[in-house]
């Protein structure tokens, strides 16, 4: 019997391509279709919403001010499922005073010069790469979620969360970790989601199985 002629792998899809899956548009690449301030997402990260893609920021980023001056930042080879929530830090409200009401933002004689937008915020908000969003999952500001997490459905993201965590519940804690704190630490080492397209193609068993030294001789 001749032996089996290995199998042709084209390279991927484009990470320009907007909807990479011509029969559900529901599906996009997130970088080709978001230009917006204060955000920034890696290639092939993508979005699932029934409503489009294109409506992320509208349906999924809240409170998004630029006078604020804090970034969302998500990495690459990111899965986001519907009804995710990315809460900003324009959704602070002062702590430090009787009332916590935003006078000043109405104007008409509620001004106040020397009101500082930036007080109290928790910075930007980043996610890592390969990281899986689970559908209605709530990031409030300033989490910083490390490469290779799951967020569990539903969860509140209120804390950092460690790489290769899986998280769930409200407010989120890590419930299992995906790999054991050696492995971890080769795979952040590895970080194979900033190889180019084709090395990826090329080793795409090794990233999709569980050999991890086939990973760190990938050539």
Not at 25 to 49: H, Q, S, W
Not at 68 to 89: E, K, Q, S, T
Request: charged residues 20%; contains cysteine.
């Amino acid at each position: 019997m001749a032996p089996k002629a290995p199998s042709h792998r084209p390279g991927g899809p484009s990470p320009e391509t907007p909807h990479p899956l011509e029969a559900f548009p529901r599906v996009g690449f997130l970088k080709p279709l978001i230009n917006a301030i204060g955000i920034d997402i890696g290639e092939y990260t993508y979005y699932d919403d029934p409503g489009g893609p294109e409506h992320f920021v509208e349906n999924c980023v809240h409170y998004h001010y630029p006078f604020i001056g804090d970034r969302l930042v998500i990495g690459r080879f990111c899965a986001i499922a519907g009804g995710v929530r990315f809460l900003m830090n324009g959704a602070n409200h002062r702590l430090d005073s009787i009332s916590t009401y935003p006078f000043a933002i109405f104007g008409q004689g509620w001004e106040d010069p020397d009101v500082d937008w930036k007080s109290g915020s928790k910075g930007d908000t980043t996610i890592g790469n390969d990281v899986w969003i689970g559908n209605g999952v709530t990031i409030l500001p300033g989490v910083t979620v490390g490469d290779g997490a799951v967020l569990g459905a539903s969860a509140v993201v209120a804390s950092d969360m460690p790489a290769y965590g899986i998280v769930a519940g409200n407010p989120a804690k890590v419930v299992k970790m995906r790999f054991n704190e050696p492995i971890i630490a080769r795979l952040l080492v590895v970080a194979w989601w900033n190889w180019h397209a084709a090395k990826i193609t090329r080793n795409l068993d090794a990233i999709r199985g569980h050999d991890i030294v086939a990973l760190e001789t990938a050539t």
